[in-house]
């Protein structure tokens, strides 16, 4: 258990709404990311953060903001949510607290949003 | 622009046989390519790891080819049961720190008994 979890788990929205993900992590690690996940397209990279106050745009980042105030939390936030971000959203965590370094990560639960 | 492929189509076999899925890239010179499995409704989870410099890694039933010459990886699940039906990611992996992993789309696999 890497011990990372998303909050909310679903969450349905209006168009032009602000939305808030919350990714929380146990366990010190430094490298936190956030995907998303639609048919057809496989997993794609938002933002990644490589450690607190340090962050990085992936390849879908239009749209996206993110926080990392502290360790243990990245926020993922749509300031005004369109139809084209209801996804699958993916937050992961890179190695294994304490261990070697090998580049996989570990993946959350997912939050499925859905945006009307 | 990188890019990555997967069987498009999903794989059908039956139980006890050995699947093999594709894992292709362009434009991309990886010093690293990772497989995970993905249930539905839940998120990816890491099964193998190969490095640029190695040919081949065995894990149980798992077995990961990687050729950088042709760009591509296979990956094989021998005496396949229906608990391995899922979906399967490839990913590639640059050679800096903290760099960006780039996700196939998944290959779905269905064990029949």
């Known amino acids: 258990d890497a011990g990372i979890t998303q909050s909310p788990r679903h969450k349905v929205t209006e168009t032009g709404t602000p939305v808030t993900l919350r990714c929380h992590q146990t366990?010190?690690?430094?490298?936190m990311y956030w995907y998303r996940q639609d048919p057809g397209h496989g997993l794609r990279l938002i933002h990644y953060?490589?450690?607190?106050?340090?962050?990085d745009k992936g390849e879908v980042s239009d749209g996206y903001s993110v926080s990392r105030s502290k360790t243990e939390d990245f926020l993922l936030t749509l300031e005004s949510a369109t139809s084209s971000q209801t996804s699958v959203y993916f937050c992961?965590?890179?190695?294994?607290?304490?261990?070697?370094?090998?580049?996989?990560?570990?993946f959350g639960e997912g939050s499925r949003l859905t945006v009307l | 622009s990188q890019k990555i492929e997967q069987n498009s189509e999903a794989l059908n076999i039956q139980e006890g046989k050995t699947a093999t899925l594709t894992c292709n890239y362009t434009?991309?010179?990886?010093?690293?390519l990772q497989w995970y499995r993905q249930d539905p409704g839940r998120g990816p989870v890491f099964l193998l790891l190969?490095?640029?410099?190695?040919k081949e890694k065995r894990k149980e039933r798992l077995k990961v080819t990687f050729d950088t010459t042709l760009k591509q990886s296979l990956f094989h699940i021998t005496a396949s049961q229906p608990a391995d039906s899922a979906t399967y990611l490839c990913?590639?992996?640059?050679?800096?720190?903290?760099?960006?992993?780039?996700f196939g789309q998944g290959t779905e696999l269905s064990v029949k008994p």
């Open positions: 992961a965590i890179r190695g294994l607290a304490g261990g070697p370094d090998t580049g996989e990560l570990f």
């Open positions: 366990e010190n690690h430094r490298y």
């Open positions: 953060s490589y450690g607190v106050k340090d962050t």
């Open positions: 434009n991309y010179s990886p010093a690293y």
């Open positions: 190969i490095r640029e410099n190695e």
């Open positions: 990913a590639l992996g640059p050679n800096n720190q903290g760099g960006k992993l780039i």
